[in-house]
């Protein structure tokens, strides 16, 4: 065997092989390798939209929260206010009420007293009759008088 025989051999079979290499293997690999790359481009690409939104988002989030808080916040006022003026406008009712009745009551013991006054004199006055009748059927004598005098103020 002659050594540069198989050289050359050998050179032609390597040349042979990059040149299959070339021609059937590589172009399928550059193009997976190309689309695994672009998959990744897009994903990272993906990723950076996604942090952007999501940023966005957090920021509206926040907004949104604010405002809620200040929206709950205005209507605790609110009810708070109206709550005042229910308890304000039921004082004053009750207030009005209160009068009412005590003007009532008022009324209802002036007429009770009137009642009562009434009464008394009528009683006064059938007392001074009954009295005035006893005294005129007796004699005049001034003992006697005092005596009914007094019985009569005993029974008023």
Partial sequence: MNFNLTLITQALVF???????????????????EARQKRIADGLAAAEQGKKSLESSSRQA??????????????????????????????AAAKAEGDREKAAAKADIQQEAQRAREQLREQVAALAVAGAEKILRREVDARAHAELLDGIKKQL
């Fill in 15 to 33: 040349a042979a092989f990059i040149w299959f290499t070339v021609r059937f293997v590589w172009p399928p690999l550059l193009r997976a390798i």
């Fill in 62 to 91: 926040e907004l949104a929260i604010t405002e809620a808080r200040s929206r709950a916040a205005e209507i605790v006022a609110q009810a708070e206010k109206r709550g005042s003026q229910v308890l304000e406008e039921a004082k």
